[in-house]
């Protein structure tokens, strides 16, 4: 049973005692306006905690757990909010709590390339630190600057590196959690090798806080390449571009960003600033190399060659950090650009084999078309992982129903090229009505019995990720 | 209760009849001298299974496991019998399921960057498909010639690419999989990013056949270097070579092969062949590095540098394709040179973080002596993950034991050193005792509720990774 508005509101006195017991002086929040800013994300979805709990440490999480255990209060764990699925969203009348002030980097050791942090670090934040050992650690979401490492391991965020250095999975060897049991574990190790026992390092990471509450995590890092270049390849059509795509991908020299936009996306910028694309330009690559100094002339050239096909109509370097940053300037502009264009985007990040992507940009192109919805077309391309956004005006009647529509269809095409619905959002809210469209009902059923294995009471971020059972 | 001896060699003729209508013709072995072979594996380990079932299509495994149920028969899935550790032994009184006549290649893709294959394929004959489209997948153990991809998701199995390139786990996307309850499921994508669900794929992988068998894998392969070049350093002492590895780490070029050997491995090497180092050298160290020719100068001269401190006596590259197998030669003269050595030795994988090298081969050698058993030190020295052998005469009174005691030391100092007893030969039989020294109780009690549900009758490789219950 769900609680009403009403009970959303009101914190047994005893309950809010014990609460605050644990959190200590500053540590709890239960003023309606203090813990409103702790109800959304990024999904534009809103439900008020019933009170904010700030972690400060792990010691307090097994006791908050098990208090949360007895009056069967759901916790919803978060980072700085920078989610888009709704998954940091709390549930109604649960509580949040916040690991934004356990933003301790404990260690980095460069022999052993890994730092342990605490989950409220700001990605930036470390890859400043690492940094300074030459390090880096590869997630690199744009949010970056804002949002913490224990965000980035509930949701296995990416971003555009991955295409070279892998998500958060990848680089991440081992947690330390506390179960919706209130049992504190150790998983994985501090070595980039390791096979003792099931992993369930990987099995926590991107489980958006539905298994285990994350305290601390030590992470897999990288050497800083010693240089970088920036490409912008322009086509005549999309399918010379997703070609191009697919050649560079099949070539020995792996970019470490290979970022796509579709025509509707550079239409998006045009409005708004003047990229200098000519508008016959229908689809835009912005290639970045990175890697030894001494390797790079002949690093490009293979991109080069990969990129070039009978569509392209324009290659070009970048010649110095202002051209870098006026490249990434007309890709970063797109968020707020589309803003503008609509009152409401629906934004999401699906997947599909870097092979598939002409039939998906082309099938999106037909959904835009057939359902009357504008469809804007950009992401991290040499993953296959496209934003797909689809831009309505709620108040236009019917458009809301059309674009729901819409994107029941976009998820089909999607799963239909052997695609996933999310490469690096995650599911949280928003996704979850179509997750049973992809997994199969036996592996679901897997998953829900580890969720009661980690989590009997579903006190743990409920409603979040897998899709409701039919007894709900 | 375990089954004895005479049970495990009589199966009743209905259950024999009702494996042979889903084998098929020639798919079931009961004889005993057929299906002795498929006894042991490489740790020396032997039990004689009551029938082996080959499988040759994913078709049969989910009324192969009802059926198995329904009688209680274990069942131990095998690849080749390549593994170290007992995992592939089968239970007594159980069933093989062996892969190897399910070899087929089903799809390699260039640009997707992945190959769909049988658990039975080799790991040799996918480098061999994936190399003609300039790819490799990679997972190289030295028994790559021999060991099919199925053992290597069992295990992780890594090798010495690993400190480049990743494990099995790095490198897998999705599986088809049976579970002990014989349901079929489809875990992970056939992209390179991807949170929709629990990850299943690495919980499976390196989980030893008690999850689930599995039918089918996708796997990411990766652009094959431009070229390659091999250098050997040959050390004053162990120290000199332990924090030259450290320092190589800490460099941006990674290596794609950091191979060690200490005092004991040369000089166990020398009395069968001529590896033509001084006596005075006390450590070598053998480096590859990879990638684009035109940056292979600066890659090399940047390793030498950090391979370079007071400690070194000699640094030399190989010039020509003789020269790298003469390197190599070497490394694989160890093992066999090490049978001669002693009637047995006790083969272990452990890890420790990269800079705790120094500590932990001073420590080996300091058990060494006090216990006095002959340890003889190599491996993956750019992971952290050492090859400890220990040489015994069983015929010596009270050399079994002592071994065994010195074993059980070298675990502990490991674990002090915050590493781990398995880097990628796995658990299986033969390091069960030690588990619970890694892992936590809660984490266990986790992978024995995950082991429920996946596999409720526990027929699925019973005895086998995680550490036996108090109540067995």
């Known amino acids: 049973m769900k609680p009403t508005a009403s009970q959303a509101?009101?914190?047994?006195?005893?309950?809010?005692?014990?609460?605050?017991?644990?959190?200590?002086?500053?540590?709890?929040?239960?003023?309606?306006?203090?813990?409103?800013?702790?109800?959304?994300?990024?999904?534009?979805?809103?439900?008020?905690?019933?009170a904010?709990?700030?972690?400060?440490?792990?010691?307090?999480?097994?006791?908050?757990?098990?208090?949360?255990?007895?009056?069967?209060?759901?916790?919803?764990?978060?980072?700085?909010?920078?989610?888009?699925?709704?998954?940091?969203?709390?549930?109604?009348?649960?509580?949040?709590?916040?690991?934004?002030?356990?933003r301790q980097i404990r260690r980095i050791d460069a022999a052993d390339r890994l730092a342990v942090v605490e989950p409220g670090v700001l990605n930036q934040t470390l890859q400043e630190a690492a940094a300074e050992h030459g390090l880096f650690w590869p997630p690199d979401p744009s949010s970056a600057a804002f949002c913490t490492i224990g965000g980035n391991l509930a949701c296995n965020a990416a971003g555009p590196r991955a295409v070279k250095y892998g998500t958060t999975r990848d680089a991440t060897l081992g947690l330390h959690a506390v179960t919706g049991a209130g049992a504190a574990i150790r998983t994985g190790v501090a070595t980039?090798?390791?096979?003792?026992?099931?992993?369930?390092?990987?099995?926590?990471?991107?489980?958006?806080?539905?298994?285990?509450?994350?305290?601390?995590?030590?992470?897999?890092?990288?050497?800083?390449?010693?240089?970088?270049?920036?490409?912008r390849a322009l086509y005549r059509d999309i399918e010379a571009a997703a070609d191009a795509v697919a050649a560079i991908m099949a070539q020995p020299v792996t970019p470490c960003a290979l970022e796509f936009m579709d025509a509707a996306a550079l239409e998006s910028v045009r409005r708004y600033s003047d990229p200098g694309i000519p508008d016959a330009v229908r689809a835009l690559l912005m290639i970045e190399v990175d890697g030894p100094a001494a390797g790079m002339d002949a690093a490009v050239a293979s991109i080069a060659r990969?990129?070039?096909?009978?569509?392209?109509?324009?290659?070009?370097?970048?010649?110095?950090?202002?051209?870098?940053?006026?490249?990434?300037?007309?890709?970063?502009?797109?968020?707020p650009a589309m803003r503008h264009l609509a009152p409401k985007k629906i934004n999401e990040d699906i997947v599909v084999p870097v092979s598939q992507l002409a039939v998906l940009i082309a099938g999106l192109e037909r959904l835009a078309e057939e359902r009357g919805i504008r469809i804007v077309n950009y992401g991290h391309a040499g993953n296959g992982n496209i934003h797909v956004n689809l831009l309505l005006d709620p108040a236009v009647p019917g458009e809301s129903e059309r674009a729901e529509q819409c994107l029941s269809a976009v998820f089909d095409l999607v799963l239909a090229l052997g695609g996933t619905l999310s490469g690096e959002h995650g599911v949280g809210l928003v996704k979850r009505p179509f997750v049973a469209r992809e997994l199969d009902p036996a592996a679901i059923g897997l998953m829900r019995?580890?969720?009661?294995?980690?989590?009997?009471?579903?006190?743990?971020n409920p409603d979040k990720g897998l899709p409701e059972a039919a007894k709900d």
């Not at 285990?212 to 920036?230: G, Y």
């Open 192 to 231: 980039t090798k390791g096979v003792v026992g099931y992993d369930l390092t990987r099995l926590l990471i991107g489980s958006e806080g539905t298994l285990a509450l994350i305290t601390e995590a030590t992470l897999r890092l990288t050497p800083l390449p010693e240089t970088k270049r920036t490409l």
């Open 306 to 335: 990969a990129a070039r096909n009978p569509g392209l109509m324009d290659l070009g370097t970048a010649h110095d950090a202002a051209e870098v940053e006026a490249l990434w300037k007309t890709r970063k502009a797109l968020s």
């Open 449 to 460: 019995a580890i969720k009661r294995q980690f989590d009997p009471n579903g006190i743990l």
């Open 9 to 50: 509101s009101e914190l047994p006195a005893g309950l809010r005692r014990d609460l605050s017991d644990i959190a200590g002086p500053g540590g709890l929040l239960t003023d309606p306006a203090d813990r409103w800013p702790y109800g959304y994300d990024n999904s534009q979805r809103h439900i008020l905690p019933i």
């Open 52 to 102: 904010v709990f700030f972690a400060t440490d792990a010691e307090q999480i097994p006791p908050l757990v098990a208090l949360c255990n007895a009056h069967r209060l759901a916790i919803t764990a978060r980072g700085r909010g920078t989610g888009t699925t709704g998954a940091s969203v709390p549930a109604p009348g649960g509580l949040v709590v916040s690991f934004e002030r356990m």
